[in-house]
Each structure stands twice: as structure tokens, then as C-alpha cells.
């Protein structure tokens, strides 16, 4: 038996419980409490273990959460043993019942700490509670006296219905019985919700922030809580009845909603308040319903919104639609409305499609696809900001004149023994430095041979001067009225330089004379046009020259802003096999820098690189500088014009829009030989056209235009050079594949097939044949289209008989007993048989005799028997015409 203590009294006293060996426990409560307002309430046990030896273990609560804690319950520190030096002392003074008392004591101790601080925390629950509960009554009160008030409205309308029905059917002064008590008595009766609250002293163990009660709940969600009649802590409910005395209830038990709260058989306000919560709309299904409210509801007609729309060539129905934010299925309608049935992606015309914009009230802007070109070329420059540029000086006249020798001797550099046969085969562009002035000039030198009109024309383009060279010793040539012509169509000044006055032959004097009859007149003729006597090569008189080109550039005033973007002209194009794509570009105007955007043709790049003509590498290239360009995509076209743009996007919109033009120009062309009647007769004509297939690569453009030009003009009715591929660059496999299907031939003009190409052509038998000088290659593809020809039959006279007698000889058949009346009547030879002068038969002579033997003719004035190849009907009286039929091969 073990007395205990009580550190209360401190006296000794029999538990008067029964004594067990069962370890004693105590239990409470903590409340935990988590983030977003969640908590968690967690029995602490206490467990007292008796000792063997009679001394009792230091209490360790131990945590016991209900349900599975998601966290650990604070445990409360292991109490220590008291650990006072002094009572050390005292401590073994005392007997083991008053150490074991006194531990129980602390222990105890404790335990009302703890509980203490439960109760105070509860305390504060408590009083946040009843906070939520007043404000929910208040709540509450409002609300009902809104019902109160719907109610006293519904009344009055009802009584006023009634008194009117009942006037209708029974007449003014009478009253129904019934009518009198409906109106006294409320129709219905308002629900009355009923606020509850928790009582002060109920074990309600919520945190404060859990019970704030949210805006807008209504009333009856305040927090009602419902526990079990039978528990004693329990929460019980306070129900204000209207006069407001607080009267308490026992809440009834929740049957409503079965949850891990009752299994717990304690619902907190909290809990509550937390399960109307998940019932409760969401703020963003609240504004969606409110929405979808407004947009049944609401059917005002919105105010019209009128747009201008752009309108280009083509647009879908679609895009029109939304450009007029309207919907497509109006826009197809209006079009059925018209006749036409239309899907939402036809493409309409613009036509009808401003009809549409302008019936639906819009205002509508026209624009073409032409429009991405707008400001691409000749921005006006302000004139302040221009100053003075070199003269682009074009150097034409009759094929060897002297042109290429000329500015070979201006520029001190040997071109012309480097060319090919000794003819400029393309566009090279110079600069030169006037000794007078110290200013610089550009030089074009266009090639002379008439196959370069197309190149001269551009050539005449881009110039500000035109020198017109004329060989003194030749004199005025058709090409060199071909210059003037071109000049004279640019508006550009002329200068007459006459060459070659070094020769013996030379008259300059003739020269001016003919110019004068193609409206030339030159100073010495009083006219205004200036003419130099040079020599291109005794370098006579070339000061001169370039000094009245500088006069020249100064009456023309010639003057440019350096600073724009730059604008210019491709000069030449090539495929450069190791650089690429490579323009020789004039700029015209502006700056061109390495960098730049650059659109020319259908074709665009990045300056990769700008190389002068003297064969550097510059950073860039102001007006009339003559220039290499390197990065472009593609190689432009020779005579396209260059324009710097200021991003990637645009050049691709100009250059996506050109290639387009091109296709459609292609495609027009097609369809455009089949249109007219004209152009089917001329086809028919021409169906039975032989063609020549022929693939032609050349090293520049220039060349390449001169040698389709050429071989065009060689074309007749019969026969005709048919290009199945004309490019520039190197000949490859795939050129070889092209002319193995068509059995065509290859023409490579100063370029080369390469290895896989040349193999290809040998294992395929294709012929692939290599030029340097244009006339070569055409002299040898009209040869070869000469041999396409049809050959011409010549027919010769031999001589005639007539037919004196008819023979009937067996084994024969019929024979003509003949004189010959003049010529000879050859074997084998073609023979006609007429009679009156009508040609009854054509045909061979089978059997020529004299007597009885065959012989090979027979002369004027002696007789002879013949007889025609499968035909016996001669008759005498007819004509034997003999002939002999030649075939001759033509050639064009
Ligand atoms: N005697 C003499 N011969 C000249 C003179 N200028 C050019 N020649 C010769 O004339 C020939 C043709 O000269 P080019 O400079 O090639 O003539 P081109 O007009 O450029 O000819 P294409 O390039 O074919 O149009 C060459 O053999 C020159 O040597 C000159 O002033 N005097």
C-alpha cells in the first residue's frame, strides 16, 4: 500500500479509488492550428508507469492525435527532475513515499499548466466565435426584416387583386366574404432563418482566423453547430427568438452531412463554417453565371462600329469579315442574296468586295499589291542636303569601234587582250580619275555586238553621258545609229569621240557628215553635240576626252544626297561558284554598306561584301561608284534596280511579291499563246516546226541574254532552236539529266561541266560543246539546225514524146509506140502523162525501148516503146513529159 500526496494539502491520505497495477492516465486536449486557417485538435496523454522499486517515473506525456497527425503534435517537454543543489539535501532527508509524492505533485503541476493554457486559448476561440455569431445575427436580422418587408409588399398586392377581382364580379359597394380574411391573413409565411451561436462555455476549439466569418454568407450559413445531446461539454445553441431574449436550445443532432466530424462526435463551428464553404459558389462560376446572365438578358442593339477597310486585289471572305468585324456567315449571306455561293475561304474580287464593306456602312480603302513597292525607289532628297556626284558615262558605238580599247586606254589597264576573241563579252564598269579636274568618272562599257541591244538599252538607262565611238577609217555603222537612238531616247547627252585617227585611212571629216544625216551635229557643224579626234591607241587626245566629260557633268549638274539608303541599278549578274550569287552594282543614289538589306528583283540578301572595281574590299559605296556586291540569295537580273530596305520582312514582302508577278507573268505568257486566232494559225503553222532542244549555261548573264537573242533570230517557220534551260554558272548533273530526256544537246559558253556532269554526259551519250566567242556557237547551231531542214526537190526537164500508137504486148501489158519530140526520154526517170493539156498520170517509166531492146534513153526525133509502173491507160494523142527530180539540202 502506497500512501500519496497531494502537493495541495501535503497530507497524507488513502486513494480511496481501488489500487491496480494498471499505469494511471490523464488525458487533454491541445489545439493545433496549420496554415490556411486549418487545425487540428490533439487528446494528450499523461501516463504514470509505477516503478519496481516504488519510486514513479517522471511523467512524459505522450501525444496522441486523432485522427493520424499530418504533423507532429508539439510534445511537451519531458519534465525534468528537479535538479536544485540544495534539495539534494533535503531530498534524501526525505522517505521513499514523500519523494514519490512529491514527484506525483509536480507532475500534477503540470498537468494544470497545461490545462490552464487550453482553457485560456479556448477562452479566445470563444470569444472570436461569438464575435462571428453577432455579426451573422446582425446579418440575419437584416435579412429578415427584407423578408419581412417582401412579405407586407406580396400582402398588399394580393389584397389589392382581390378587392379588384372582387369588384369585377361582383360590382362597386359589395364585398365577398372571402376576399375579406385572404387580404387580413399573410399569403405565405417569410422563412425565418435561424442564427445560432455557440455558447461561451462551449469547448469550441477553433483558432480565431479560422472563424472569421467571410462577407456575404448569408444568415443561415452563420455558424450553426450541432453536437451530441448526451456530452456534457458539448456545445450548446443560444436561439434568439424576434425579440431578441436568448433562450438556449439543445442543438439537434446533424443528421444532414455524415463526415469525419461526427465520426469524431465533435463538430466545431469551424468544421461548419468550413463545410458551407465547399458548398458555397466560387467567385469566378459567380462571374460566369452573371455573364452568361447579362448576355441572355441583354438583346439592346450594340452601337454599330464603322471601320475603314482595307480592301487589296483579292481577299478571302474570311479576312473581310474580320477586317470588318463582322461575321462571315452576314457576309456570305449578302453574297447568296446576290447569286453567288461562296465557302467562308473563297476568295472574292475587290469589286465585290468593297459592295459588301460599303452595304454593311463601312468605309472602304483600296489597295493594290503593288502597294509593298510604295517608297521603295526615287524619294525626293531635300535639296539642301544633295551635293555634287561623278557622271555615269556609257561607252557605245559599232562593234570594233574601238570602245573597249578606248577605255582601256583611260584607265591604263589592258582589257582587251584578256577577252575572249577580242570582244567585250560583258558589262564592266570603271572608275576615272580626270587629270584636269581631279574628279572622278565612272565608265559602263557596253558590248557592241548587236546582240547586246537588250544590255546597251539598260546601259543608256543608268547613264548621265553617252560616248558615241566611231571608227574614222569605217564610219557611221548601223550599231552606232542604234546608240544614237538609244541615247537619244534616255535624254542623255552625247559626246563624239572619233577613233582611230592614227590610221592612214582615217576621215573623221566623213564621220561627221554621216552623224549629221542621223540628226548628230556636232560643234564644228554648229550644232551642240561635242566631238574628240582620239586615238585609243597612241592614247592621243584622251585628256580632252575626259575634259569634256567633266564639262559635260557640270552642265548637267549633276547632284545626289550620299547619306540616304541606297538606291542602283544591276549592272551584271553572276553565280560565282566559290562567292556565291555576285551583282556588279551602279549606286545611283545614297550610301551602299556592307550589312545593308538589299532587294533587286526578286531576289534579296545582306551586303556580304562590296568589292570596287579595282578589285578591293570596301566597307562601302556612295553615288556612281561602281560595285561588286556579294549576298545576295540569288543572282538578280542584269538591269534590275537595287534598293537598301530597312528590315528582313520587307524585302521579303517585295521580294515574295515579285516572284509572284513573275510566276502569273510566265503564266499569262502561256495562256497567252493559246488566246487568239491569229496565235492558233500562227501555232499551226508552226506544228509541224522542227526544233533543235538545246540546254545553254553561260558565265554571266550579259552573255547568256546575248546568246538567246541570237539563236531567237535564227528561228524560221521549219525549224527553230527550242532552250529547254538557260542559266548561268557551271553545267551539272541535273542539266545533263534535262537534255537526256529531251535528246538535247549542251551549249557551255566560258563555263565547264563539272566531273559528276561530265560523266553523266559521257555514259549518256550527250553532247556537251564549249564556246568562247558567241559567233562560234551560233555559227555552229544554225549548221546543226540547218540539217533539221526539209531538203528542196528541184525537178529538170528531160524532154517529151508523144504517143503515136498502143501496143497490147503479152507478158507486158500495154506499151505506147512514142516519138520523142524534144530532149531526151531517160530509164527510170519521173514521167507525166497528159492529155489535153491535163495531167492524167504521174509516175515512172518501167520499160524504155528501142526495137527490141531495153536502152538507157532515148534522143529527140527517134521513136521508141514505153510503159508506165502499174498504170496501161495511155491512149495515143497523149503527152509524155519525162523529168528528172533533184534534192537539195538547204541550210538557213
Ligand atoms: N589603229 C587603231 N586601232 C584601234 C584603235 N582603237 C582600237 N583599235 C583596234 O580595233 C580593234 C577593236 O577594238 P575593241 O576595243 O575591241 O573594239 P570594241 O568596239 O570594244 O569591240 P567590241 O567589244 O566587239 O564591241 C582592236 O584590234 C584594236 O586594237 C585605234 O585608236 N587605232
Not at 455558424?223 to 445553441?237: I, S, T, Y
Not at 573597249?404 to 558589262?427: F, K, M, P
Not at 499563246?673 to 558565265?699: C, V, W
Request: hydrophobic share 35%.
Amino acid at each position: 500500500m502506497v500512501d500519496t500526496k497531494t502537493p495541495d494539502d501535503k497530507k497524507l491520505s488513502v486513494p480511496s479509488k481501488t489500487l491496480s497495477l494498471k499505469p494511471r492516465v490523464e488525458t487533454g486536449t491541445v489545439r493545433q492550428s496549420f496554415s490556411h486557417g486549418r487545425s487540428k485538435q490533439v487528446v494528450v496523454e499523461k501516463r504514470g508507469k509505477r516503478r519496481i522499486d516504488g519510486s514513479p517515473e517522471p511523467q512524459a506525456p505522450t501525444v496522441v492525435a486523432k485522427p493520424a497527425p499530418a504533423a507532429p503534435a508539439p510534445a511537451p517537454s519531458r519534465p525534468a527532475p528537479p535538479r536544485n543543489a540544495g534539495s539534494g539535501v533535503v531530498l534524501r532527508t526525505l522517505t521513499e513515499d514523500e519523494r514519490s509524492a512529491r514527484a506525483s505533485a509536480l507532475a500534477d503541476a503540470k498537468v494544470r499548466e497545461v490545462e490552464e493554457r487550453r482553457q485560456a486559448e479556448e477562452e479566445a476561440q470563444r470569444r472570436t466565435v461569438r464575435e462571428a455569431a453577432e455579426r451573422a445575427e446582425r446579418d440575419a436580422a437584416e435579412s429578415r426584416r427584407k423578408a419581412e418587408e417582401e412579405r407586407h409588399r406580396h400582402e398588399d398586392e394580393a389584397k389589392r387583386k382581390a378587392e379588384t377581382e372582387a369588384k369585377k364580379r361582383f360590382g362597386e359597394g359589395e364585398q365577398p366574404a372571402a376576399a375579406r380574411p385572404a387580404a387580413a391573413t399573410p399569403a405565405t409565411s417569410a422563412p425565418r432563418s435561424a442564427p445560432t451561436t455557440t455558447r461561451p462555455g462551449a469547448t469550441a476549439t477553433t483558432r480565431p482566423a479560422t472563424t472569421t466569418t467571410r462577407p456575404g454568407i448569408p444568415a443561415a450559413r452563420a455558424p450553426g453547430v450541432a453536437a451530441g445531446p448526451d456530452e456534457d461539454d458539448g456545445p450548446r445553441q443560444i436561439r434568439r427568438g424576434p425579440g431578441g431574449a436568448a433562450r438556449p436550445v439543445v442543438a439537434p443532432k446533424p443528421t444532414h452531412k455524415p463526415g469525419p466530424q461526427k465520426e469524431r462526435g465533435r463538430l466545431t463551428v469551424v468544421t461548419a463554417l468550413n463545410a458551407d464553404e465547399v458548398r458555397e459558389r466560387s467567385i469566378a462560376s459567380f462571374r460566369r453565371r452573371t455573364q452568361r446572365l447579362k448576355g441572355h438578358v441583354s438583346n439592346e442593339p450594340k452601337e454599330k462600329l464603322i471601320r475603314e477597310v482595307i480592301i487589296p486585289e483579292a481577299i478571302t471572305i474570311q479576312e473581310l469579315a474580320n477586317r470588318m468585324a463582322e461575321r462571315a456567315v452576314d457576309v456570305i449571306r449578302m453574297l447568296m442574296k446576290q447569286g453567288a455561293m461562296h465557302k467562308i475561304t473563297d476568295v472574292i474580287d475587290a469589286d465585290t468586295a468593297q459592295l459588301i464593306a460599303e452595304e454593311l456602312g463601312h468605309t472602304v480603302k483600296r489597295v493594290a499589291a503593288s502597294d509593298v513597292e510604295e517608297g521603295l525607289f526615287d524619294q525626293v532628297d531635300d535639296s539642301s542636303d544633295t551635293e555634287t556626284r561623278s557622271p555615269v558615262v556609257t561607252v557605245m558605238g559599232h562593234v570594233d569601234h574601238g570602245k573597249t580599247s578606248l577605255l582601256d586606254a583611260l584607265r591604263h589597264a589592258n582589257v582587251v587582250s584578256g577577252e575572249a576573241g577580242g570582244i567585250t563579252q560583258h558589262i564592266g564598269a570603271y572608275q576615272v580619275l580626270s587629270p584636269e579636274s581631279g574628279k572622278k568618272i565612272t565608265f559602263i562599257d557596253t558590248p557592241g555586238h548587236a546582240a547586246f541591244t537588250a544590255m546597251r538599252a539598260r546601259g543608256a538607262k543608268v547613264t548621265d553621258i553617252v560616248v558615241l565611238v566611231v571608227a574614222a577609217d569605217d564610219g557611221v555603222m548601223p550599231q552606232t545609229v542604234e546608240a544614237i537612238n538609244h541615247a537619244k531616247a534616255a535624254r542623255v547627252p552625247i559626246i563624239v569621240a572619233i577613233n582611230k585617227i592614227d590610221k592612214p585611212d582615217a576621215r573623221p571629216e566623213r564621220v561627221r557628215t554621216e552623224l549629221l544625216q542621223h540628226e548628230v551635229q556636232v560643234e564644228s557643224f554648229g550644232g551642240d553635240v561635242v566631238d574628240v579626234e582620239v586615238s585609243a591607241k597612241n592614247k592621243t587626245n584622251l585628256d580632252k576626252l575626259l575634259e569634256m566629260i567633266a564639262l559635260q557633268a557640270d552642265i548637267l549638274d549633276l547632284k545626289t544626297n550620299s547619306e540616304r539608303p541606297a538606291e542602283g541599278t544591276v549592272i551584271e549578274a553572276k553565280l560565282d561558284r566559290g562567292r556565291g550569287p555576285v551583282a556588279t552594282v551602279l549606286v545611283q543614289r545614297g550610301t551602299l554598306r556592307v550589312g545593308d538589306i538589299i532587294v533587286a528583283g526578286a531576289e534579296m540578301g545582306r551586303v556580304r561584301a562590296l568589292i570596287s572595281d579595282q578589285g578591293e574590299t570596301v566597307q562601302e559605296a556612295g553615288p556612281s561608284v561602281p560595285v561588286e556586291v556579294l549576298g545576295f540569295n540569288g543572282p538578280p537580273e542584269a538591269g534590275d534596280r537595287l534598293a537598301v530596305v530597312e528590315n528582313e520582312a520587307r524585302a521579303r514582302q517585295v521580294t515574295s511579291y515579285r516572284a509572284h508577278q513573275k510566276r502569273e507573268n510566265a503564266a499569262a505568257s502561256i495562256s497567252g499563246m493559246r488566246g487568239s486566232l491569229e496565235q492558233m494559225m500562227s501555232q499551226l503553222k508552226t506544228a509541224g516546226r522542227k526544233e533543235f532542244p538545246l540546254i545553254i549555261k553561260a558565265d554571266v548573264q550579259g552573255s547568256l541574254e546575248a546568246i538567246l537573242g541570237s539563236l531567237e533570230k535564227l528561228g524560221t517557220d521549219e525549224v527553230a532552236a527550242r532552250i529547254l534551260h538557260a542559266g548561268v554558272g557551271g553545267i551539272s548533273e541535273s542539266d545533263v539529266t534535262l537534255a537526256e530526256g529531251f535528246n538535247a544537246a549542251i551549249i557551255g559558253f566560258s563555263v565547264r561541266a563539272n566531273k559528276e556532269a561530265a560523266a553523266a554526259a559521257k555514259r549518256n551519250g550527250i553532247e556537251i560543246r564549249y564556246y568562247n566567242i558567241i559567233y562560234d556557237l551560233v555559227d555552229d547551231v544554225k549548221k546543226a539546225m540547218s540539217g533539221l531542214l526539209a531538203p528542196t526537190l528541184r525537178e529538170t526537164m528531160l524532154g517529151n514524146a508523144s504517143i503515136l500508137e498502143i501496143f497490147n504486148i503479152s507478158k507486158v501489158g500495154k506499151v505506147a509506140g512514142c516519138r520523142v519530140t524534144d530532149g531526151t526520154v531517160e530509164r527510170g526517170a519521173n514521167v507525166r502523162l497528159i492529155r489535153d493539156n491535163v495531167v492524167v498520170h504521174e509516175g515512172k517509166l518501167s520499160t524504155l525501148k528501142r526495137f527490141k531492146d531495153e536502152v538507157k534513153e532515148v534522143q529527140s526525133g527517134q521513136e521508141c516503146g514505153m510503159a508506165f509502173e502499174n498504170y496501161h491507160d495511155m491512149r495515143a494523142g497523149d503527152v509524155i513529159e519525162c523529168y528528172r527530180v533533184e534534192t537539195i539540202q538547204r541550210s538557213l
